[in-house]
């Protein structure tokens, strides 16, 4: 009886601990595809630069007032890693580089997001500036 009891108990652990990992995937997919498909356009800084984010997949991609870029993007939880930023090598006007360079060093500082309605803020640890999208 005692083992039986042992057993059960040692059954009841691994379902509970499987049925968290479940849950837990299921949130951050949850947040993966409320950003899925989604283009916003910066507004905090360089308004009319026309810097714009998009999210497709594992990938975000977008204008960066001079050039395109793309980059692979992770999530969990709240963390939100920019990894493999490219772009192309497009010259343009000193205003448009200053902005672009200051955009693409924000956001690959970035390390959390909040999304609130049709607004995208994304957060960096080591600037005072944030990153404040409108969806377009």
């Not at 009891?5 to 849950?23: V, Y």
Request: aromatic share 12%; with cysteine.
């Amino acid at each position: 009886m005692k083992r039986l009891s042992i057993l059960f108990f040692m059954l009841f652990l691994i379902c509970s601990c499987s049925t968290m990992d479940k849950i837990s995937e299921n949130n951050i997919t949850d947040k993966k595809n409320v950003l899925d498909g989604r283009k916003f356009k910066l507004v905090s800084i360089y308004p009319d630069m026309n810097i714009t984010i998009e999210f497709n997949d594992n990938k975000i991609s977008g204008f960066s007032a001079v050039n395109r870029y793309s980059s692979l993007y992770e999530i969990d939880g709240d963390i939100f890693n920019v990894y493999n930023l490219i772009t192309t090598l497009m010259s343009g006007p000193k205003d448009k580089m200053k902005a672009e360079y200051e955009y693409l060093n924000l956001l690959k500082d970035v390390t959390s997001y909040k999304i609130e309605g049709k607004k995208l803020t994304l957060y960096t640890v080591l600037s005072s500036n944030y990153l404040i999208f409108e969806e377009i």
